[in-house]
């Protein structure tokens, strides 16, 4: 099997699920526990967090553990809307973001918050000036995803964060995506919050965390027993919190290694993809993360196309509608100006480090076939128009 | 996510592409949806001789296509016609409920394409 | 070691473990994602949500996975609040709740909600009469937990489920505590809600589910890409997810003989340790969890003999400020009536499937020469009143 | 969460219990926070001659107890009553930042013991 679906989830690291291995069954203690089983686990949780604080240019003290990437980016949006009321209702973030945190968005709507969704060009980029004249007296965050999930695209996180400082509002950045892919300095980039899911980067599922500057302030998403300093309570998953640590550690440190060659593999890829006929490119074609590829092949469906590289032993995915759980095409490939019926035939290819030459070379043998023989069951062969 | 079958028409889809001869075509689906069905019936006497299809489409827009050429062939108009979109989902041994309602459309592509067939014998 | 803390947390069952361990590194799909992989990982979670399903005779359809008891809690309450505050913003719950509940009422309560605490007699039991006078019109939920983690005093959730079936508010239970230990039934219990917790029944950590019942409305706490039904949104915790199922069920078999085993067990640590002077027990002395016991020494401090139980090999639990990220002592014990000078000096003992007689033995040989130490040391040995 | 060395004089506390002969005794904290201690001091001229504790409490009370004994002994009382509760906090290689405030109540039992030892004289 080739797996070329890294931005979807990640295998866990074999010396990662080792080093997790004796926090299940043997170091089992409750980090709030006195007693040494509970201390050790406490330790070791600890230890995760200085992990995690050094890839990002953090204290360890700003690192809050929780469930993923989807629990981080409630937390903070919501976190700094129910702690910050008073002091305004205005949000600002984008028209690209994965949905855990538009949909926080669209619930704070009704809740009495006004939210600005930016803008992006047909590349994926917000316009700063756009950011700038959107900043309000009343803003109390801005949140904007630093490396686009589906089309890959980077958004220039030190310009925005520049901007943002100028304002009385906050700037959360969810990181998830470039994160052990992209250099990612907490201060460089001046942020005040950041996200992070320890699946996307060869960590096991279900532990994450949410980086916050001291000083800022907000409400706790899950309140209880006081851990993570009183921010996010819960039995601390401390077999997955030092594997997402170890993760943090391993990813960063093989970064400038592994991601010369997996763009070097996926401009490869790019490069032959794209001689399909009626075939481009989504995302910016340079300031994208170097594992992503993300194509649309006019008159064929991206489920079809993902289903049949599936049955050919390769993993990928789609921004079709039949692949999403709202049945509506991607609103990233909407927002970079994709007609809907183009929308429903991309495919993204997301490179990880077991990803190899040999992998890039079967898969340009076999998309091109599967491309044309879905094409050839297709109605439409040259445009949209045919149809009555 | 699919039945067997499911997967088995659309890995092997019968009868796809648009049949040399045909008498008459149903269009249904919507790009802007991401399913759209051409159905080609040839006619013989009130029998469907051949059938064929044409699918931008999910899977079960695909497998839905390729059954109903299974179930219609030989078959007359009048039986053709009352083919529903259950019974292809039947034979299909069922469609994820999402799917019932936008993929399946062969039923409707192929009561177009003898509602065109009539209408242009008629004429 | 003997661990003796199995309220607080558990090992991950070895079987549990051999579950779990393919969905790491090979199992390691999305189970968002079309693919094989993606859908394997989707089978998993399913199989995973029926096992849960049948322990409490619930619907799978009705279990959605979250990150643990904590925000199993939070998402009950909260999700009904937000939900249901024009029909009402009265809330009904105890003195002696977890602190996720009770510091999520406290939360709500800022922002408008009222919530009564009802008091519980000095076993810990709640007054059902007491219940059926706080509920009123505008009540929307009532939550009390079935077995309280401290003293273990097992509430009459039958009862209290046809007293509040009267009502129009809704019904939910912690069974953090009582899973796998007592007989659980949503049904019996007319439970429109129920949390559960996998860390606590040798499943891992960061991984719970909460039941909602079909046809009750709550928002949900993590918004995003509308996994769990669109009630819990987060790439789902794969590993996680079939280790709870499976601890679960192996729970649930395993239930009619561990029990009885371990209430013997626990009885015989109770008589014995009641001979200890200045010494009672805390709780109700029948209507509690069969693995626990919670006792009071006088004139002596928690930490202390948690430690120096701790020192010679046993594992176990306090209810003393010292212990508490609040510097409280437990809320639960001042509750029951013990004065804060008593609930500092008390101990919990929890069992769990791996204890013995001979841990018995070795805890009814060890604990009283503890005691007797600490209490060589403190300036008290009658009462109190010496003191100026 | 504790040092080696507050673990060490928990364990193996010094100079426990109420000794059997003591000129003044210095009385601090409150049952109601679970932490009590009693300073005892035998004064021999003007230095420490010896020096006991009974203490109900944590950990931290139980060591800090212990240490200022190690610290208090053969001093001079104007010297022992210049002992901090940084002083034995250092001594123990640190305390949890939390016990320091709540359960380092040695160097006032001891002020208090001094206090009650000089009033006694005085009169
Ligand atoms: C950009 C981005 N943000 C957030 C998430 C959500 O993270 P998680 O899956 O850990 O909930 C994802 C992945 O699903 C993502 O790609
Ligand atoms: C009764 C009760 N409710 C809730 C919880 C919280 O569960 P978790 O530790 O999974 O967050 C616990 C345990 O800490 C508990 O004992």
Known sequence: ?388 | MYTQKVIDHFMNPRNKGKPREYDAVGKVGNPICGDVMYIYIKVNGNRIENIGWETMGCAAAISTSSMITELARGKTLEEAEKITKKDIADALDGLPPIKMHCSNLAADGLKKAIENYRKKVEK
């Not at chain 1, 049945?327 to 990880?352: Q, W």
């Open chain 1, 1 to 388: 099997m080739i797996y070329m679906d890294h931005s979807a989830t990640t295998p866990v690291d074999k010396r990662v699920l080792d080093f997790m291995l004796p926090y299940f069954g043997e170091k089992y203690g409750n980090a709030s526990s006195l007693h040494s089983l509970g201390q050790e686990a406490k330790k070791a949780i600890e230890e995760a967090r200085v992990k995690v604080a050094k890839v990002i240019h953090a204290d360890p003290s700003e690192i809050y553990f929780t469930s993923g990437g989807t629990e981080s980016n409630n937390f903070a949006i919501k976190g700094v809307s129910f702690a910050d009321k008073d002091k305004g209702k205005h949000i600002i973030t984008t028209k690209i973001e994965h949905d855990c945190v538009l949909n926080t968005c669209k619930w704070l709507e009704k809740r009495g918050f006004e939210v600005t969704y930016l803008d992006v060009d047909k590349h994926g980029l917000i316009d700063i000036g756009d950011l700038e004249s959107s900043l309000r007296e009343d803003t109390i965050l801005v949140s904007i995803t630093h490396a686009n999930n589906e089309i890959g695209t980077v958004q220039d996180m030190e310009e925005i964060g520049k901007t943002v400082k100028e304002s009385n509002a906050y700037l959360h950045t969810d990181a998830v995506q470039s994160v052990t892919k992209l250099p990612v300095d907490v201060k460089k980039m001046r942020l005040d919050m950041l996200s992070i899911s320890s699946h996307k980067i060869f960590g096991p599922k279900g532990v994450g965390c949410l980086h916050i500057r001291k000083g800022v302030k907000l409400d706790p998403l899950a309140h209880g027993g006081g851990h993570e300093g009183g921010l996010r309570s819960g039995t601390e998953n401390v077999s997955g919190i030092v594997g997402f640590g170890e993760a943090m550690k391993i990813g960063e440190e093989e970064r400038p290694k592994a991601m010369p060659r997996l763009q070097k593999l996926r401009d490869k890829i790019m490069d032959n993809v794209l001689k399909i006929d009626n075939t481009w490119l989504n995302g910016h074609p340079q300031k994208r993360l170097p594992i992503n590829a993300n194509f649309s092949f006019k008159f064929i469906e991206g489920e079809s196309l993902v289903l049949l590289l599936d049955a050919k032993g390769i993993e990928a995915s789609t921004g079709s509608a039949c692949s999403s759980k709202s049945l509506k095409p991607s609103h990233v490939l909407l927002a970079i100006g994709l007609k809907p019926e183009e929308a429903h035939g991309s495919l993204r290819l997301t490179l990880g480090k077991d990803n190899t030459e040999k992998d890039a070379d079967y898969l340009l043998e076999v998309l091109p076939e599967v491309v044309s023989e879905l094409r050839k069951m297709s109605p439409f062969k040259k445009d949209y128009g045919e149809f009555e």
